[in-house]
T-cell receptor, first 118, second 110 residues
């Protein structure tokens, strides 16, 4: 079974530029998550999709971050314009079960995209 | 949201058992206890999860205290490949996302 795919693996940009990350979840997984992980910290949830609808985006900085999940499969996360504090690893994860019965569900993570903002 | 407390780091010798503790004194009755680990330069990977009873799988064992206020992840025979940051996370109805702390950095000495 193929895992969660992410691209690019690394990205270096200047502040105020824009950047986009792509995620392809495991086939058949209904729920998709984007996390931000700053060096030395645990991942922080940015947005959660169930199929192509947003379940939770309470921690997404909506003035500069946007995300979409077309047709309930692939997803893109965009930052425009980027700030220095956006330097982090952006992780995509997916899980099988739809709905809010997620207490015992398992998340599968991709390798992440390391973003450096200069 | 229910929170967990873990030591910042632990050291162990290769081929010895490792016991990674986690305190979660505010756990609710429906919260599951999840453990993930993150190897260097990789995304987190699932290790194990449980609700009340002790759990075993091919990677590890999870021992849950009777009052559920603490749990211990047990690696029965650590190898160098087990060196990672281990995260203990609670997940319940009111906190169905995974709220991550800083985890425990496990160092394995050859």
């Amino acid at each position: 079974e193929a895992g969660v795919a992410q691209s690019p693996r690394y990205k270096i940009i200047e502040k105020r530029q824009s950047v986009a990350f792509w995620c392809n979840p495991i086939s058949g997984h209904a729920t998709l998550y984007w996390y931000q992980q700053i060096l030395g910290q645990g991942p922080k949830l940015l947005i959660q999709f169930q199929n192509n609808g947003v379940v939770d985006d309470s921690q997404l900085p909506k003035d500069r971050f946007s995300a979409e999940r077309l047709k309930g499969v692939d997803s893109t996360l965009k930052i425009q314009p980027a700030k220095l504090e956006d330097s982090a690893v952006y992780l995509c994860a997916s899980s099988l079960r739809p709905g809010r019965i997620l207490r015992s569900d398992t998340q599968y993570f991709g390798p992440g995209t390391r973003l450096t903002v200069l | 949201d229910a929170k967990t407390t873990q030591p910042n780091s632990m050291e162990s010798n290769e081929e010895e058992p490792v016991h990674l503790p986690c305190n979660h004194s505010t756990i609710s009755g429906t919260d599951y206890i999840h453990w993930y680990r993150q190897l260097p330069s990789q995304g987190p990977e699932y290790v194990i999860h449980g609700l009340t009873s002790n759990v075993n799988n091919r990677m590890a064992s999870l021992a849950i205290a009777e009052d559920r206020k603490s749990s211990t992840l047990i690696l029965h025979r650590a190898t160098l490949r087990d060196a990672a940051v281990y995260y203990c996370i609670l997940r319940g109805d009111s906190n169905y996302q995974l709220i991550w702390g800083a985890g425990t950095k496990l160092i394995i000495k050859p």
